[in-house]
Structures are given as C-alpha cells and as structure tokens.
C-alpha cells in the first residue's frame, strides 16, 4: 500500500534535475546488453568506476571490459553487489534480478534507473547532447522521443548559432583554417559550422560551401580570396596578410576553404604564416573532395577485391612538365585506384602518359563535375577515350577524375549518398552519359 502511494506521489510530482559528478565513484550497471552499451560510454566519459555485473555482454560492452575502461563481473546479480556504489542501472534481462537490485537500492539509498520499469525507478536518464562545454539534459516524463527531439533541437541550435545564447567564454582567438567540404554545405564538420558562426571575418575561396555564407549575418565581413588584389603570383601572401590583419585587430578569422585544408589546400603554408607573425591557428579538417566527390557519384574509391589502395594525385601540370613531382609510371602500375584532382585540363596528356607507361587503355574512367552541388554531373570514359570525352561532354572544373576499375564497380547499382543530388526516389541518378563506344563499364 505504502508504496503505490509512493509511486503515485512519485508521477504527479516532476523529476529534480541534477548533475551527478561520478568521477572515481562506484556506479554498477546491471546487465551487459544494448542498454548497457548505449550508457557505458557516458559513464565512462564521467570518470565512474563502472562494476558491471552479468553473465553475458554485447561485443562493444565486452570490448570495454577488455580495454580496461569498466570492471566485469561475468555472473549474476547477487545481494551485496550495490555495496559503496553511488549509482545504478538496472537493465538486464532478468526480471527477478532486476527487482532484487532494485529493492537493494532503495535499502541503500542508491539512485537507480531501470531500464524495464520507468515506475519503479528512482532516476531517470535525460536525453543528453553537448556542445562547446554545455550540457543539455531533457526529461519529459513519459516520452523519450520527445525529450530526444527537444535535446536535438536544442544542440544543433548551439552548434549552428541559430539559438541565439549570449556567450560568456572567449571564442577561439586567431584564425581558425576550416575544411569547408566538397560544396554540399551539409557536408561541413560541426566544428566548422560552429566556428563559423563565430566568425567576425570569413576569407573564402571559390571551392566549398558557398550557400553558408548567405546565412553569416550583416556585421560579418565576407572576403572573397580570389578578388583580393595583387597579381596571381602574389595572391597566397596577400591572402596570408589579410589573415594576420584581421586576427592582430582582434577579429575572430575563419579561412574557409573547400575539402581538407591540407589536401592540395595550402593549408599549411597559411599556418606557417600565421605562427611566424605569432597569430594562434586552429586547423578544422574537412570532407576532402578526393573521396566524397566519387562517393557523391556512386564510385567507391577502394571495393573489396577491385583496389586495395587509392592514390590521389594533382593534375594541374602535364607528366612532361619540369615542375612535376608525379612518378606516372610508378602510377601506372599500380592496380589501385588513380584519383586526379585539378587535371580536367590535362587529362589527355595524362591519360597518354599512363597508356605509354603500359596501363590499360580500356580502365575505366569517371570524371565528376561540381560533385555534391546540384549541378553535380558524370562523364564516364576510358583512358584512351577520356581526352576527346572530356572535350566533347565540355567538362569544367572544378571535377574530379577517378580512373581504374571501382568506376565500374557501382554502374548497376543505385546508391543514395549524403550531399548528392537525389532523383525524386531518394537515389543518385545513374550516369546519364556514360560513353558512347560502350567501353564503361568495363573495358573496351
Ligand atoms: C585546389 S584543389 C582543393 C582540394 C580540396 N582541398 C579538397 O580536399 O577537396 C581543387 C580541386 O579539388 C577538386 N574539387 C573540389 N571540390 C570539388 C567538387 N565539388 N566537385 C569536383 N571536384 C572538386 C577539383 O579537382 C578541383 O580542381
């Protein structure tokens, strides 16, 4: 009687949120299955001293076990095992333990969630989510879909800067280098969104995800890389000075750029820059267009059984150029996939290059125009073709050119990938202009 009154007082009043500071402290966990696994790494994050006791474990779980994070004990729940615990969940598959632990809890003082009886629990776990240091918990009583809905709302709200809170912590001092992505602006890190939104000036470059801009608001500065003035030669040292300028006047800088900074990028010649003038930099990779254009195509840079490595190579000086630092013929030998970036202009010259270093002529190639924008387009060819393809179909940069035979891999299957233009079913339209000799797929 005395406790349907307490679990009638127990739902009509709200749960008292709080933080529990676990580190060091005693938590048991009962039960080593999809529950246990999806809350271990929290606890773990927390710093508690798991005891999970159960005779069985998911391989994720058991892998904690093994790494050292949690302790295990591989039995059943027995009296005495909350002694010196802090916290516990309950959440095995047997109901009997579930009731004694929980009996034992309530003896001991201990809080306890119970994953199969909300009622009978003495806490419950709130959808959490963090961003930049906050934590955010959501509790709404009976509906969990809910208070994951809220978190969500919430967190991507911070992350993206949409949710307006005032912040009192210094923003990340200097220039921050993002990697922008391929052009998709979904395709964009968290951390790039965020810094982003900080930014008081944004120095971008042609490449990447230019739809983000329109959405920086008024007072920020918005800096087209390609228009600062100087000649071509000088542009990289001009951009680097108007980096330093900005940050030494005490602006939050971000350096937008597309992909990863570091992929053909000059990201680190801007870093060296601004450590020698003494102005902080932090680096944000990003979604190279090396791997997410061919993906945003539906060719998959290594498959199982077709290429066991990937090389991505720069295409913007022909193989007989003096400034070139590419071995074509050790390329040409490789049985791997050959990506080319900056080559749309050279591609003939180049495709001749690995045929007269002894590749293939019928390899199958794929060049991918503006990948993951809505102009993203698909020019299938083969090396002794894709010169004259390239010409005809007028593909333009930026593109990406993917050569070997994952091109073909993909041909008949229609796969739906982040950040690529979808048809009305949800999935990557086919190649509308796959080559005319029928030498792709395959080869000819
Ligand atoms: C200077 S490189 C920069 C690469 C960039 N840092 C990255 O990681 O993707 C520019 C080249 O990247 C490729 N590229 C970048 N974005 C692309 C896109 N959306 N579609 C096709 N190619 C792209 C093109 O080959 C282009 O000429």
């Not at 080559?343 to 019928?362: N, Q, R, S, T, W």
Request: net charge negative.
């Amino acid at each position: 009687m005395a406790e349907h009154a307490d679990r009638a007082a127990q739902t009509t009043h709200p749960a008292y949120p709080v933080g529990l500071r676990l580190a060091g402290r005693r938590v048991v966990v009962l039960g080593g299955g999809q529950v246990a696994q999806r809350r271990l790494p929290a606890l773990i994050a927390a710093g508690a001293d798991v005891l999970l006791v159960s005779p069985s474990a998911t391989p994720s779980v058991e892998a904690m076990a093994t790494s050292g994070e949690i302790r295990w004990e591989r039995r059943r729940y027995q009296e005495g095992d909350l002694d010196g615990a802090w916290y516990v969940l309950v959440a095995s598959s047997d109901p009997e333990a579930n009731r004694a632990a929980s009996a034992e809890a309530e003896r001991a003082r201990v809080w306890c969630v119970r994953s199969d009886d909300a009622d009978a629990a003495t806490a419950w776990t709130p959808a959490t989510g963090r961003d930049e240091g906050v934590t955010v918990a959501v509790l709404t009583g009976r509906d969990p879909r809910r208070s994951a809905a809220v978190r969500d709302a919430i967190v991507e709200g911070l992350r993206e800067g949409t949710l307006a809170a005032p912040q009192h912590r210094t923003r990340t001092p200097g220039v921050a280098l993002v990697g922008g992505g391929p052009g998709d602006p979904d395709l964009i890190t968290v951390r790039g969104r965020r810094l982003l939104a900080e930014a008081d000036v944004v120095i971008a470059d042609r490449l990447g995800p230019r739809d983000l801009l329109d959405e920086l608001p008024p007072h920020v500065e918005v800096i087209d890389a390609a228009k600062i003035p100087y000649g071509r030669a000088m542009a990289q040292e001009a951009i680097n000075e108007a980096l330093i300028e900005h940050a030494m006047a005490g602006k939050a800088v971000v350096r937008l750029k597309g992909g990863d900074p570091f992929v053909f990028g000059r990201g680190m010649e801007e870093a060296q820059a601004l450590a020698r003038a003494g102005v902080p930099c932090t680096v944000v990779p990003g979604i190279s267009s090396s791997i997410s254009v061919p993906g945003a195509a539906g060719i998959p840079v290594t498959h199982r059984g077709v290429a066991h490595e990937f090389t991505v190579v720069s295409g913007h000086v022909t193989p007989d150029d003096d400034r070139s630092l590419v071995d074509w013929a050790a390329l040409a030998r490789l049985r791997g996939t050959l990506v080319l970036l900056m080559a749309v202009d050279k591609i003939g010259a180049i495709a001749e290059a690995l045929v007269a270093h002894g590749k293939d002529p019928g390899t199958p190639v794929a060049l991918v125009q503006e990948g993951t924008t809505a102009a993203q387009r698909r020019v299938d060819a083969t090396l002794a073709t894709v010169g004259e393809r390239a010409r005809a179909e007028q593909v333009r940069p930026p593109a990406v050119i993917v050569i070997g035979d994952v091109v073909a891999v993909a041909a008949d299957t229609r796969v739906a990938t982040a950040g690529a233009p979808r048809t009305a079913a949800g999935a990557v339209p086919a190649p509308a202009d796959a080559d005319p000799t029928g030498a792709a797929p395959g080869r000819g």
